[in-house]
Each structure stands twice: as structure tokens, then as C-alpha cells.
């Protein structure tokens, strides 16, 4: 007979069966199709080797003017500028306390490294940070460099005294204190309060109308920041729920806001030494009505060519009232080109507009000529109208679903997303998205931490990542991915563990986060770099089964006749591993199979990049059945491969 080509379909699909899939692909992992043919995603290396504290779930990348390559990265501690590998904490203060005497240096036997804070203005949460400045020696070991420095909050003992752990500036160790720390730190101590950590994960109650808000974000009597969205004295709201960031730049500032907190603004001119700040604050300090500007937020989007600010929820203005309640449906904009002014004149271009389907504001994202918004139940299309209506809105498909804040994505001017039982796509219109994934992902998605799902752009692969936490893993942190490739238009997937993704056209290669805290450049290596040492990515595609029988009686498999390039491999000798499984029937086990190594024939110095000839060989085999499926894997270092299309030499056999 002659030798029969094995032609698959590109894309895993797992709808049906594995062998209703017959001619397609059924399972695989960090695996992609280009052209038809799979092949090993690219790896990955360490932007730098430095690290950030906490989770990061947001990054923005843009320039400045004098030329600076920023990336913003919102944590669930903090929020970062990186310029050159190093992470600059630009984390806002929100409320600043000037205290006299305000440090009780706690001495015990053994001596301790305790130190208590006496301040009844502000009580933070465990878990807070706070840079303390203006301190004097207590007398002893405590210097005024050992409290002037940012400090995390460890105990809270009660609404007006908390507990922080006295460490070197140099070298991060406890300092314990002695007899002569009997000093209370002068009368020049100013606490200065971070915005309050978030968590890593979401809980299920706490989300928009969670915790304390609808308070003047600022105390204007002493001009100091002031906390939260209540008296000023409870974390609540951001505190106690998912951390998620939204980011922009206007022009060459980066505004910023934690959602469900207030609007910050950092300015670039200023330099990494200076803070995000206020925006209520700013817009006082410019001469405006700062205590206008949304004291609370879901997101910002500062937009590119109208040169907006706009929030999506936030509280009415009330010419009468700066405090008025918050509204998850409102959408409130800036006056055009003046981040400052939120008060509404026929002088300006400020103003609000409350959208009527559904019952609060998910997440919106900035196309190329319009605005889209996703409420809970809704998709609004938002556009430029000019005055006096300045913008206008339209709904333009009710009783859709978003699985999360972060589940969408626009590229080459259509948007993806993910809904919580299927995909959508739009371009104009609202259309489902045909995904050959569906069953499988829904069915394993952790629907109780749905918050965490984000959406990442390929474009040099035209892919749409989803990233999400599976029902396998611990429950809590993103393990897996699924790709849409809108080219070929297949799907593939597979696991991956990863907290943001960000491609950026002013950056080389897209980039991630992960949970050691740093940032991967992808498609930047052939292995796994995230670590202080490379690591082989293991990778598989595994066929659907076909037929190799005539349905009745047997096949004979006698030889196969690889098809396998190596191109982009770093490593002499890159090989990867055929396995071939042959069955009697659907409803039986695989039978035992070869395990033959199908690998290059060249021998190239060790650790030059270099392309390696088509492989031309063959692999003799004895295996039978009535159908089969096999497997491509590679578990070495510096491989790269894609298969083309094997070839089998199949003989009748018997029926038995």
C-alpha cells in the first residue's frame, strides 16, 4: 500500500469525543498552530533580575517625553513604574498624620524589636504600609534611620495604637531595642499611610458596594490625604477584596486608580522620586474644585485622542453636596484636556451620564473609534459627540455576560472577551465567538475566583490569551490558559501560571507576570528563564484517534516516517519523543506502543543557534489495531520544533 500522509485539522477540539474529532488534534500543551501545524510556543526570560512586592495584576507600558520606557504594575500591595529593570514605588499615600511623640519603644527581657505607634487620627489594617519621616532617636539601638523608612504594619492592638517590627535599613534585620530607648520620636513625626493592600484572591460578597465609602477623599481643614470613603478611619471597600488596578497615560502622566478606591495621578516630569498623588488633591492644589473629582471608582480610562479622563462609577456631582453616594452605573468624565476640572459649565466639557441596563459597571476598554462598556448585563458603545452633549451612548446588546474586569481584549480594532458560558467577539456587532474549547473550559473554570480571569494579546502570533484558575489547581491562583488564534481561527490551551499579560508595540516581546514576583519577557527564549537557572518546558500535542483498519478488519503498522523540523532549537542534537497508540476499538485501552526518538542528524557545536535540516529518517514499528492516535513531546533544554505531516506505512491484517 502506499504510504498514507497523517493530515490533521489545526486546533485542539474537545466538543465531542476523541474519536468523533477524527482527523484533528484532542489534547495538547504550550503548544501553538502556525499554518496549519503545531509546533512549541516560544519561552521565556526575566525582564531583570529585581523583584516587586505582592501580586501583580495590571501593567501599562508607555513612553515619556524625554524618551523613558515605563511600565506601570499594579499589585496587590503596591503600584510600581519599572525604567530599566528596577521597580520604582510610586504606591500613593493616602493619608498623612503629623503626630508629636508618637513611638513607645517596647523593652522586655529578652530585649524586643517591637515598636508601638500611638496614632488616633488613621487605624490600619494589618498588612498596611507606612513610610515614617521627621523621627528622632529613642535614646538607644532605635536611631532615627531605624524609624525613618517604609514600614509594613504587623499587629493592630486597638483603634488608636498598631505594632511594627524595628528593623536595619541596610540590611532588613530586626533591631532590638535596649534600656536607653525610652524616647518617644519628637514632635516632627509625620506617618505617611500607603493606599491599603488588596487581596490576592476574590471573595464572594465583597465586590463594588463591599466596605466603607461616600467620604470627602480629602481632609481640607489640615490639607493632609485623607482615608477612605467613611469617617477616615476604616480600611473596608479595597481593602477587603480582589486588587485590581486600572491604568492610563494622559499624555506622558500615568493616571491610575485601584478599583473601587479614588483616581491618583502621577506626573512624569517629576521624576521615579515622586509619588502618585491625588487627583482631588492636584485639582485643589491647580485651583480647581478638587472636591468634585470621584472620591471612588471601578475604572479610569484616560482617552487617547479626546484627551479625557473618564470614570466608570463614581459619585453624581452635586453642586451642594461633594459627598453624594455612589453610583456602580454612573460614568463621569473630566473637562477636555484638563485632568483637573470635573465640575460641569457650559464653559467646559465635563460631565456625567448614568447607564440604565444592568446593575453595575464591569470594565471598559478603548477601541480605535469608540468606548465599549460591559455592565453586568449589557454592552454599551460610548463616542465622542462634542458639545454641549460631549459624549454619547448606546446600548448595543443586552442579556450578554463578562466573566471578569480583565476578560477583555481589543486587537486590530475587534474585541474579544470571555462571558461566563461562552466567548464573544465584536466588531461593529456583537457576535459569538465558535470555540471548539467550550465545554472543557467552562467545566473548568473555578467560577469563585471567575475575578482573577484576564485576557493578554499575541499579536506576532495572532493570538487572544485567556488566563484563568482551574478546578485542578488550589483553587486560588491562575494555572491555566486558552488561546484563540483569529487568524486560522483555532483554539488551543494548556498550563501556565501567570497574574497579568501586556503586549506592547514599544517593548520587544509581550510581557507577564508571575508569582515570583517578576516580569517575563515571552517569545524571548526556547526555555522556561523565569528562575536563577533555565529549565526545559515540556511540551505535547496528542491526536484525536484515526482509522488505520478498513473498520472491520486490522492494521499493520510496520513503519512510520517522521516529518519534523527543528528551527529556533539552541542545543545540539534536539530531538523530541513519537508515541504511538494504537487501540482495537473506542471503548478499549491503548494497546502497547513504540516510544522511538525521533531526533536531528546534525551535529552542531553545543550552545550555537542554528537551523536544523528537515528530518528525513525513518522509525520501523510493530503495532496493530483498528485505530490510533499518536504524541509529539519534548522535555529538553534549547528545543524548538514544529511537525509537518508524518507519513505510515499501513498493511491489512487480520480481524483479531
Keep these: 500500500m502506499p504510504l498514507q500522509k497523517v493530515e490533521l485539522r489545526p486546533g485542539l477540539n474537545r466538543e465531542g469525543t476523541d474519536y468523533a474529532n477524527e482527523g484533528g488534534w484532542y489534547d495538547g500543551n504550550k503548544i501553538r498552530f502556525r499554518s496549519g501545524f503545531p509546533e512549541k510556543i516560544g519561552g521565556w526570560s526575566r525582564l531583570s533580575n529585581n523583584t516587586f512586592i505582592g501580586t501583580a495584576r495590571s501593567l501599562w507600558n508607555w513612553a515619556a517625553l524625554n524618551g523613558s520606557n515605563y511600565l506601570g504594575i499594579g499589585t496587590s500591595k503596591k503600584y510600581y513604574v519599572e525604567s530599566g529593570g528596577a521597580y520604582t514605588d510610586i504606591t500613593p499615600i493616602l493619608y498623612a498624620s503629623p503626630v508629636a511623640n508618637a ?29 515614617i519621616s521627621g523621627a528622632v532617636s529613642l535614646g538607644g539601638n532605635i536611631t532615627a534611620a531605624v524609624l525613618n523608612q517604609e514600614y509594613q504594619e504587623v499587629v493592630e492592638v486597638s483603634t488608636t495604637t498598631f505594632t511594627i517590627i524595628a528593623r536595619d535599613p541596610t540590611t532588613g534585620l530586626p533591631v532590638l531595642s535596649n534600656a536607653s530607648d525610652t524616647g518617644h520620636g519628637g514632635t516632627g513625626i509625620v506617618l505617611n499611610y500607603e493606599v491599603p493592600v488588596g487581596l490576592d484572591v476574590y471573595s464572594v460578597g465583597i465586590g463594588w458596594g463591599a466596605g466603607g465609602w461616600n467620604a470627602n477623599p480629602l481632609n481640607l481643614t489640615t490639607d493632609a490625604w485623607a482615608h477612605g470613603w467613611g469617617t477616615g478611619v ?93 453610583n456602580p452605573m454612573l460614568v463621569r468624565w473630566s473637562d477636555q484636556l484638563n485632568p483637573y476640572q470635573w465640575v460641569p459649565a457650559v464653559t467646559n466639557q465635563s460631565g ?102 484576564f485576557a493578554g494579546g499575541n499579536e506576532g502570533y495572532n493570538e487572544v490569551w485567556w488566563f484563568y484558575v482551574s478546578n485542578t489547581s488550589n483553587g486560588t491562583e491562575v494555572d491555566k490558559y486558552v488561546i484563540y488564534n483569529y487568524v486560522d481561527r483555532v483554539w488551543y490551551y494548556g498550563t501556565m501560571a501567570r497574574t497579568a499579560w501586556l503586549d506592547s508595540g514599544i517593548r520587544q516581546y509581550p510581557m507577564a507576570a508571575a508569582y515570583n514576583n517578576r516580569i517575563l519577557y515571552h517569545e524571548s527564549s526556547v526555555d522556561d528563564n523565569a528562575g536563577e537557572s533555565s529549565l526545559p518546558i515540556n511540551v505535547y500535542v496528542q491526536s484525536s484517534d484515526f482509522d488505520i483498519g478498513d473498520g472491520h478488519n486490522f492494521g499493520f503498522i510496520w513503519r512510520i516516517l517522521p516529518d519534523v523540523n527543528f528551527n529556533g532549537s539552541v542545543v545540539n542534537n534536539p530531538s523530541v519523543t513519537m508515541t504511538v497508540k494504537p487501540r482495537q476499538n473506542s471503548g478499549t485501552p491503548y494497546g502497547a506502543a513504540d516510544n522511538p526518538a525521533v531526533v536531528s542528524a546534525d551535529n552542531y557545536t553545543m550552545g550555537q543557534v542554528y537551523n536544523i535540516q528537515q528530518f528525513t529518517g525513518q522509525v520501523y514499528t510493530r503495532l496493530r489495531g483498528r485505530q490510533m492516535s499518536f504524541r509529539i513531546e519534548s522535555t529538553g533544554l534549547g528545543v524548538a520544533w514544529q511537525l509537518g505531516m508524518p507519513r505510515l506505512d499501513i498493511r491489512p491484517d487480520g480481524r483479531r
Design 234 to 326: 476604616t480600611t473596608g471597600g479595597i481593602a477587603e477584596q480582589l486588587r485590581l488596578w486600572s491604568n492610563d497615560n494622559f499624555g506622558q502622566d500615568l493616571v491610575l486608580a485601584p478599583r473601587n478606591g479614588a483616581i491618583y495621578y502621577w506626573q512624569a516630569s517629576l521624576g521615579l522620586s515622586q509619588r502618585a498623588q491625588l487627583l482631588s488633591y492636584l485639582s485643589i492644589n491647580a485651583g480647581y474644585q478638587g472636591q468634585f473629582v470621584p472620591t471612588q471608582t471601578i475604572q479610569i480610562i484616560a482617552s487617547a485622542v479626546q484627551k479625557f479622563i473618564i470614570a466608570f462609577g463614581a459619585n453624581s456631582y452635586d453642586p451642594t453636596n461633594s459627598n453624594t453616594a455612589f
Design 103 to 131: 513611638f513607645t519603644a517596647v523593652t522586655v527581657t529578652p530585649f524586643s524589636s517591637n515598636i508601638t505607634i500611638v496614632d488616633g487620627s488613621y487605624t490600619p489594617s494589618v498588612g498596611d504600609y507606612i513610610v
Design 352 to 453: 456625567e451620564f448614568a447607564l440604565s441596563s444592568g446593575s453595575y459597571i464591569m470594565g471598559a476598554r478603548a477601541t480605535r473609534q469608540e468606548i465599549l462598556i460591559w455592565t453586568d448585563s449589557a454592552l454599551y458603545s460610548m463616542q465622542y459627540l462634542g458639545a454641549p452633549y460631549v459624549w454619547g451612548f448606546n446600548i448595543m446588546m443586552d442579556n450578554i455576560s463578562v466573566m471578569s474586569p480583565n476578560a477583555m481584549i481589543t486587537i486590530n480594532n475587534v474585541t474579544y472577551w470571555m462571558g461566563s458560558d461562552k466567548f464573544y467577539m465584536y466588531s461593529g456587532r456583537v457576535e459569538t465567538l465558535p470555540c471548539s474549547l467550550r465545554q472543557y473550559v467552562f467545566n473548568d473554570i473555578n467560577k469563585d475566583q471567575a475575578y482573577q480571569v
